[in-house]
Nanobody, 126 residues
Framework: QVQLVESGGASVQAGGSLRLSCAAS????????MGWFRQAPGKEREGVAA????????DYAHSVRGRFTISQDNAKNTMYLQMNSLKPEDTAMYYC???????????????????WGQGTQVTVSS
């Protein structure tokens, strides 16, 4: 089992920045990637970004590419999401995710996520 605990959500104005953190514990060696998903009211949960814990390669949703940066601190078993130039449409509950992806899986498919955090709210006002 892997436990994921997010922090860093807040209310900010458009154009502002936030950094989300996700601390992982437990059997983290059973996973090969960590990622962030978000869900806005009335919308489906969507993948935001992912990082492959082995080589540190990353991937992003088109809507956040160039504004968000995902990173990891292996020594602390912690993943981060630096969010810059925030827009009102970034408002959502943000969830940390982890799992083990094969070549057939997609980091942005929530059905391939093995572990979820409890979520942290990000609200961006115009």
């Amino acid at each position: 089992q892997v436990q994921l605990v997010e922090s860093g959500g807040a209310s900010v104005q458009a154009g502002g920045s936030l950094r989300l953190s996700c601390a992982a514990s437990g059997s983290t060696s059973s996973t090969n990637y960590m990622g962030w998903f978000r869900q806005a009211p009335g919308k489906e949960r969507e993948g935001v970004a992912a990082i492959y814990t082995g080589d540190g390669s990353t991937d992003y949703a088109h809507s956040v590419r160039g504004r968000f940066t995902i990173s990891q601190d292996n020594a602390k078993n912690t993943m981060y999401l630096q969010m810059n130039s925030l827009k009102p449409e970034d408002t959502a509950m943000y969830y940390c995710a982890a799992g083990y992806l094969t070549w057939e899986d997609s980091w942005s498919d929530e059905n391939d996520v093995a572990y979820w955090g409890q979520g942290t709210q990000v609200t961006v006002s115009s």
